[in-house]
């Protein structure tokens, strides 16, 4: 089945204490991202990837970093957590056809939250 | 302002109607335009995908676009209890060299039985 797949699903991590939240798919895609979601602010892209070793920053990178090492592997890392990192984070990969918009296969998403 | 504004409901319907839903935005760079439906604790799932205006259907749903006024619709026919979700309206614009998508902050559907 492709999918896309998100370690862990929910994660409550205290103040400065590093972590990192997986994501792998099967597809064979090019394009990995991550994103954030918010209650009234919707889905905002944190970092993008487009291929191994590519990776560069969304509309909110502050407070995190990625690496993209394999193809199918694209974790995200939090050096240093803090409370207004707490939301509802999601993986999602896309096919590199060069047709800008194509659809995202979307991870079932992690709940983080920061004390 | 946002670049995608969608009202987020909810939006309560009974069985069996035809519900609408809308997104407005203000790019007019925007060429692709997208639906997606999330279930709860689900990550999203692409539904409907149009490039530029006009309409296009895919059994109950239909998609339209009308980028004179910056506006595009989502219809559903003999809307079903298994529709409810949150609906997230999506777009992008060519050349953005990230493949960005844009995203309203989604509207909740509960369809009544």
């Known amino acids: 089945e492709a999918q896309v797949t998100q370690n862990p699903r929910y994660l409550i991590t205290v103040t400065g204490k590093k972590l990192t939240v997986t994501c792998s798919q099967n597809?064979?895609?090019?394009?990995m991202s991550w994103y954030r979601q918010d209650p009234g602010l919707g889905l905002r892209q944190i970092y993008y990837?487009?291929?191994?070793?590519?990776?560069d920053k969304g509309d909110v990178p502050e407070g995190y970093k990625v690496s993209r090492k394999e193809k199918r592997n694209f974790p995200l890392i939090l050096e240093s957590p803090s409370p207004n990192q707490t939301s509802l984070y999601f993986c999602?990969?896309?096919?590199?056809?060069?047709?800008f918009g194509d659809g995202y296969t979307f991870g079932s998403g992690t709940r983080l939250t920061v004390v | 302002q946002k670049e995608v504004e969608q009202d987020p409901g909810p939006l309560s319907v009974p069985e069996g109607a035809i519900v609408s839903l809308n997104c407005t935005y203000s790019n007019s760079a925007f060429q692709y335009f997208m639906w997606y439906r999330q279930y709860s604790r689900k990550g999203p799932e692409l539904l409907m995908y149009t490039y530029s205006s006009g309409n296009k259907e895919d059994g109950r749903f239909t998609a339209q676009v009308d980028k004179s006024s910056k506006y595009i619709s989502l219809f559903i026919r003999d809307s079903q209890p298994s529709d409810s979700a949150t609906y997230l309206c999506a777009m992008s614009a060519r050349g953005t060299g990230r493949r960005a998508l844009t995203f309203g902050s989604g509207t909740r559907l509960q369809v009544q039985p």
């Open positions: 999602a990969s896309s096919a590199g056809t060069g047709i």
């Open positions: 597809m064979n895609h090019e394009y």
């Open positions: 990837s487009m291929n191994v070793e590519v990776t």
